[in-house]
């Protein structure tokens, strides 16, 4: 009962954060109805695909200040399980995703309890080695179909049971349902011994070890909530997508992607992982089509590293550090 | 209760402490003194599970502690307030507060610590929701010592609480411990202010170089000529 009333309770928020979170669920809601173009669709849902991935890094990146570059091998673990089992033996997305999860959870359980003996950058690099690791031999496993990927086989009629829709409508409302629960799970978090647990940690873990915090084991816990986050993600993108390969859901670049898209917006607050995905979504999509189709290639990729460069330097919690700042003033 | 014997501690190979011994009775104030770099809060990290001895032996309630993790000392209750008032600056007050509590599962037991921290520090109560980065000096001090005892410890050791402290919240923190000490709890006190860490503790201690070089009742070390030359000034 406590849980589902700090989860669903946002009366500890100001009036101002209530009244974006509102705007934030009327636009989603509004959104298809408004809109026709199916590009401005996709890129909305991948907006929210996003922010599920932002939300779940905020666990370990911003509450717990843990530099983990790998959230790609975990979207990408979930999303293979789901498309071979469905490819193989014909299993639906309702099965299938439980144990895409699983797995995405069990890496990083694995991974996290070993990884967690490195602090600060060797933990990054570290991350980033085992993703590279897991890349590679995603694209050498000819079982799995190695660099050329899997393709799901289409059914013939939409199908409910195996998530296949004529209009992105269904999607897009699939997806904002998923970040509405990871929203209503990390206002829950925020308030959690968990929460507190981990921001202790994040705040001084020596003294954190010396109230009798186990600083490992919370670490690899909220890592592996994380991977949770990014399973259930990696699921909804290959019945979106109805493709993946190792590029797409393994790559590096996704990571990297997921990290400082929560950064930009601000790490380790509530709203800081949706406010960066608003940004860097649309820019990408937008600015990538606008100018990739006029031969300039790269121009998305400088405007990134500007704006990087401009939060670490003036900003470092981001967005949200910004807005803060603004509010004390007043 | 705590009984630490000829332990040897080293920093990355180098030994700091060479051989120190000494033990706490139950409800006693022991008080530690020494010149900076004689080792005193390497001796309280080491009781307190953060490094480990490699000569000598350490006994908390008639259990070997010398290979426990700072994990498993807590929870059979030594916590450690360490030095410079390390709360969670990002954490409100009644939060840090009630991470000191974390070995405590029950919620009933950890609301009475938290009135009994709230009783003994009041100012802490006026303040609950503000961030503890926010708070003062005195007031931070507070709050490290208020979440050391939520977990309701069976020892609390306090590294230099008057640190950095102005004179007036000096007299009012060593006040707080002699309370602490009162209400019948066991302290274990690394402090600078050697007149008054000795005047009101029931035994004390002199460490150099990493060894105990005294022991006695605190009025007995008061007058012994090391304390006198070194720290009085006599």
Redesign the interface.
């Known amino acids: 009962m406590r849980t589902l009333r700090d989860a669903f309770s946002f009366g500890d928020l100001p009036l101002v954060e209530r009244i974006g979170f509102a705007i934030f669920i009327m636009f989603c809601t509004l959104f298809p109805w408004v809109t026709k173009g199916s590009f401005d669709q996709a890129v909305m849902i991948q907006f929210l695909i996003f922010c599920l991935y932002g939300l779940g890094w905020n666990l370990i990146g911003g509450y717990g200040g843990q530099v983990a570059l790998g959230q790609a091998k975990n979207v990408g673990m979930s999303a293979y399980t789901v498309a071979l089992l469905m490819v193989w033996w014909d299993i639906p997305f309702w099965l299938s995703t439980p144990l895409g999860v699983v797995v995405a959870t069990i890496e990083s359980f694995v991974l996290g309890y070993f990884l967690f003996r490195l602090r600060g950058h060797y933990f990054a690099i570290a991350t980033i080695a085992v993703s590279l690791v897991w890349q590679q031999l995603f694209i050498n496993w000819d079982l799995i179909g190695g660099a050329r990927g899997v393709e799901l086989p289409l059914k013939e009629t939409p199908n409910f049971l195996y998530m296949q829709f004529a209009s992105p409508i269904y999607y897009h409302y699939f997806a904002f349902l998923l970040v509405l629960a990871a929203i209503l799970y990390m206002n829950w978090f925020r308030k959690s011994r968990l929460g ?2 981990l ?2 940690i ?3 873990e ?9 600083a490992h084991w919370v670490k690899v816990k909220a890592y592996c909530i994380t991977g949770v986050f990014a399973g259930m993600g990696g699921a909804f993108y290959t019945v979106y997508y109805n493709y993946i390969d190792p590029f797409s859901v393994m790559h590096l670049e996704l990571s990297v992607m997921i990290a400082l898209m929560t950064m930009i917006g601000g790490a380790g607050s509530m709203w800081g992982p949706i406010i960066g995905a608003m940004i860097l979504i649309p820019l990408d999509r937008y600015l990538g089509a606008w100018l990739g189709g006029s031969g300039i290639i790269g121009v998305d990729f400088m405007i990134y590293a500007l704006m990087v460069m401009i939060i670490s330097a003036y900003e470092p919690k981001g967005i949200w550090g910004i807005i803060e700042k603004v509010r004390a003033r007043r | 209760m705590l009984k630490v014997e000829e332990i040897e501690v080293r920093y990355s190979g180098v030994p700091v402490i060479h051989d120190v011994s000494f033990h706490v009775n139950g409800g006693e104030l022991i008080s530690i003194v020494g010149a900076n770099g004689s080792g005193k809060t390497t001796v309280l990290k080491t009781v ?1 599970g ?1 490094l480990h001895p490699t000569k000598g032996s350490m006994e908390f309630e008639n259990e070997d502690i010398s290979a426990s993790t ?2 498993e000392i ?2 059979k209750g030594i ?2 307030v ?1 030095e410079e008032r ?6 409100s007050v009644e ?1 840090n507060l ?3 509590a ?2 405590v599962n029950d919620r009933e037991e950890m609301e009475k610590s938290l009135d009994y921290v709230y009783g003994l520090f009041p100012i802490l109560k006026t303040r609950w929701k503000q961030l503890g980065g926010t708070l003062s000096g005195g007031e931070q001090q507070m709050l490290a010592i208020g ?1 050391g005892l939520m ?1 309701r410890p069976k020892l609390l050791m306090l590294d230099e609480p008057s640190l950095g402290l102005m004179p007036k919240l000096v007299d009012e923190m060593l006040e707080a411990v002699a309370t602490l000490k009162k209400e019948g709890n066991t302290i274990l006190l690394v402090e600078q202010n050697v007149r008054e860490a000795l005047e009101m503790a029931d035994r004390g201690y002199v460490l150099q170089t990493g060894r105990t070089i005294h022991e006695g009742t605190g009025q007995e070390l008061l007058e012994t000529d090391i304390v006198k030359r070194a720290f009085l000034g006599l």
């Open positions: 507190y647990q921001r202790s994040t705040s001084n020596e003294v954190a070890e010396s109230l009798g915090i186990n | 307190a953060t700072t994990v807590v929870r916590t450690y360490p390390r709360i969670f600056g990002p954490l939060e009630k991470l000191g974390y070995i979440r977990s």
